[in-house]
């Protein structure tokens, strides 16, 4: 394992980012009386800010001077950010991030963490992350990639704690490295499972839950199969567009957070366009699809880890504790008052209590 130092944007990407901002086409849209996408207001005021008054050197500075690692052994090149813990002989916690995001979710729960070592992945084809021969990977690929990167950091045995795609990542390392993994921290279930491993003899409560489940997949699903299926020809558009880019990725930080609509009780301008940067400067957003297009088959038992499940209630889809317990081992289930998707931004106290319980249950 050696030593990161992350490469620094050069002015000419910056730029050209600005020039493009600057010379955006105003696009039609429709007027509907259904929900429709971004604000075009927000969106217009987001885009305004990145091209005159947001300052990426400010937030790049700050994301450097973290402690990069980068594999040297392993098959799959990983990196990753290490806050070791304040005292010796700590627990071991990897933090696991998700779409469209990358390790700056958990940028406001390190500080909460400082008797623990926390290991925050770069997931291959996400932002910051090294790269890979095929630009990105499936859930079960990034996982095996972190188990050895863990391997080569000395880390043989740890607590996983997950949201979004980073559930899948843990739960098939909980599957496939099961002497790894400690306990289990998640904010969410795979939708996998309701989708494609849905069991037989359903209560009522779990059949409220897929019902559910699939109404939001009707409503709110369309770019999780516009992702899977036509990756490149989406990625080809965002990739080249930063409105389109921030419309696409804005969306979800507005509408998955418990933010009521409104961006800035979630998120300042300053840092959506952080997250969203990360994405423009890498990228990354066709590879970070791949987890979608490549998604493998969860053809394991139930995982007998002792799992800590947190229920946020903006989350995407809560599923019932039933059904998780289908799949999973729950030894503690703690349901939030406020917080959405994105938990360990939002919320950051009230994540750090799920991964505490879970280093409290580790084997």
């Given at each position: 394992?050696?030593?990161h130092t992350?490469?620094?944007?050069g002015?000419v990407?910056?730029a050209d980012?600005?020039?493009?901002l600057?010379n955006?086409?105003?696009?039609?849209?429709?007027?509907?009386?259904?929900p429709?996408?971004?604000?075009?207001?927000?969106?217009?005021?987001?885009?305004?800010?990145?091209?005159?008054g947001?300052?990426?050197?400010?937030?790049?500075r700050?994301?450097?001077?973290?402690r990069?690692?980068?594999?040297e052994h392993t098959?799959?090149?990983l990196?990753?950010?290490?806050?070791l813990?304040d005292?010796e002989?700590?627990?071991?916690?990897v933090?696991?991030?998700?779409?469209p995001?990358?390790?700056l979710r958990?940028?406001?729960v390190?500080?909460?963490?400082p008797?623990?070592?926390?290991v925050?992945?770069a997931?291959?084809?996400?932002?910051?992350?090294?790269p890979v021969?095929?630009?990105g990977?499936?859930?079960?690929e990034?996982?095996d990639?972190?188990?050895?990167?863990?391997?080569?950091?000395g880390?043989?045995?740890y607590?996983?704690?997950a949201?979004d795609?980073?559930c899948?990542?843990a739960?098939?390392i909980?599957?496939?490295?099961?002497?790894?993994?400690?306990?289990?921290h998640?904010?969410d279930?795979?939708?996998?499972h309701?989708?494609?491993?849905l069991p037989?003899?359903?209560?009522?409560?779990e059949?409220?839950?897929?019902?559910r489940g699939?109404?939001?997949q009707a409503?709110?699903?369309?770019?999780?199969?516009?992702?899977s299926?036509?990756?490149?020809?989406?990625a080809?558009?965002l990739?080249d567009?930063p409105?389109?880019?921030?419309?696409w990725i804005?969306?979800?930080l507005?509408?998955?957070?418990?933010?009521?609509?409104?961006?800035?009780?979630?998120?300042?301008?300053?840092?959506?366009?952080?997250?969203i940067s990360?994405?423009?400067f890498?990228?990354?957003?066709?590879t970070?699809f791949?987890p979608?297009?490549?998604?493998?088959?969860k053809?394991w038992?139930?995982?007998?880890?002792?799992?800590?499940?947190?229920v946020?209630?903006?989350?995407?889809?809560?599923?019932?504790?039933?059904?998780?317990?289908?799949?999973?081992?729950?030894?503690?289930?703690i349901?939030f008052p406020?917080?959405?998707?994105?938990?360990a931004?939002?919320e950051?106290?009230?994540?750090v209590?799920?991964v505490?319980?879970?280093?409290?249950l580790?084997?």
């Amino acid at each position: 394992m050696r030593e990161h130092t992350l490469t620094r944007v050069g002015d000419v990407a910056l730029a050209d980012l600005r020039a493009r901002l600057r010379n955006r086409r105003v696009v039609p849209l429709p007027r509907l009386d259904v929900p429709a996408g971004v604000s075009p207001r927000l969106l217009a005021e987001v885009l305004d800010h990145w091209g005159d008054g947001y300052d990426w050197r400010e937030h790049e500075r700050r994301i450097a001077s973290w402690r990069w690692l980068e594999t040297e052994h392993t098959a799959v090149p990983l990196r990753l950010v290490e806050r070791l813990a304040d005292r010796e002989n700590a627990p071991v916690v990897v933090l696991l991030h998700g779409w469209p995001d990358s390790v700056l979710r958990f940028e406001r729960v390190l500080p909460l963490l400082p008797d623990v070592t926390v290991v925050v992945p770069a997931l291959p084809g996400f932002p910051f992350a090294a790269p890979v021969e095929r630009g990105g990977l499936s859930s079960v690929e990034m996982a095996d990639a972190v188990v050895a990167a863990m391997a080569e950091l000395g880390h043989e045995r740890y607590v996983l704690s997950a949201g979004d795609v980073g559930c899948d990542v843990a739960e098939a390392i909980a599957a496939r490295h099961e002497a790894s993994v400690d306990a289990l921290h998640l904010t969410d279930l795979s939708q996998y499972h309701f989708l494609v491993d849905l069991p037989g003899e359903l209560d009522e409560t779990e059949y409220a839950y897929v019902r559910r489940g699939h109404e939001w997949q009707a409503n709110e699903g369309g770019y999780m199969h516009e992702q899977s299926t036509r990756p490149a020809t989406l990625a080809t558009g965002l990739g080249d567009s930063p409105a389109g880019l921030a419309a696409w990725i804005l969306e979800k930080l507005v509408d998955w957070t418990d933010s009521n609509g409104d961006l800035r009780s979630a998120f300042s301008l300053d840092e959506a366009l952080t997250w969203i940067s990360a994405y423009w400067f890498s990228g990354a957003i066709g590879t970070s699809f791949a987890p979608y297009a490549a998604a493998a088959p969860k053809d394991w038992p139930r995982i007998e880890i002792p799992t800590v499940m947190t229920v946020f209630p903006r989350d995407l889809v809560n599923a019932p504790r039933r059904f998780v317990e289908r799949f999973f081992s729950v030894s503690d289930w703690i349901e939030f008052p406020n917080g959405g998707h994105f938990a360990a931004w939002e919320e950051p106290e009230s994540y750090v209590r799920g991964v505490r319980r879970a280093l409290e249950l580790r084997r």
